[in-house]
Each structure stands twice: as C-alpha cells, then as structure tokens.
C-alpha cells in the first residue's frame, strides 16, 4: 500500500511539471504569433477515416435473373387453402381441402384456425368454411 502511495505522488510531480511546461510554452507561442501576424480563423480539423480493407472472397459471375411471372411462383399453404375457400359459393369441407391440396388433415386444420381467428373465414356447418 505504502509503495502504491509512493508511485501515485511521483505520478502527480511527473504530470504537474508537464502542465507547468504546457503553460510556458503556450504563452511563448501566443507572443510569437502576436507579434508576427494576426491570427486566422482556424480550420476545422477533421479525422481521416479509416476505409475497411476490402474482402478477398470467390468472385461470382452475375447470371442474369430471368423473369418469372407472378402466377408461376410457388404458392404457400396459407395461400392455396384460402384460395381454394374463396373460390367456394357453398363452403368447402375438410376432406375436400385434404384432397384438393394433399395435406394431411393436421395442417389444414390449423390453416382454418388462423384465418378463422384473422376473421378471413367463417364456418357454415361443422367441418365446412366459407369466406367472410
């Protein structure tokens, strides 16, 4: 602790005697350029910023996108099994979704809860849905 208390004021001598030198020579240099010349408007100094190196990696050839119309995407679940119940004037029942899609009945019926919780679609009777 003592040793610690020692280092600690030879620090504070070691940075007094700095700012002591600082002042001396900031008041020699504010006679100099008194004497020599009106200060200008100082410039704003600003940092140069540091670019990123670039990254080496495997360069890929562009191939050109080819264009693929809207109805020629690939549909989503969701997107087939409320199609499908839109397209309907008297409702659509759950084997009719099973055989119309191919999903298993699992699926389809959680597809109806959502839609049915968004209110996208009502039921008529048990088991068949229509468009709200």
Not at 43 to 63: E, F
Not at 66 to 76: F, M, N, Q, S
């Amino acid at each position: 602790m003592k040793k610690l208390k020692k280092d600690l004021e030879a620090i504070l001598k070691a940075l007094t005697g700095l700012a002591q030198k600082v002042e001396k020579l900031q008041e020699q240099i504010g006679e100099e350029t008194k004497l020599t010349k009106k200060p200008k408007a100082k410039a704003i100094k600003t940092k140069a910023v540091k670019k990123a190196p670039a990254r080496k990696g495997a360069v890929k050839k562009a191939v050109p996108k080819k264009a693929v119309p809207e109805k020629a995407k690939p549909a989503t679940a969701v997107d087939t099994v409320l199609a499908i119940i839109r397209r309907s004037k008297k409702g659509v029942g759950m084997a009719a979704l099973m055989e119309k899609t191919g999903y298993n009945q699992k699926k389809i019926a959680n597809l109806v809860f959502k839609f049915r919780k968004q209110g996208k679609i009502k039921s008529v009777d048990k088991g068949v849905y229509v468009k709200a």
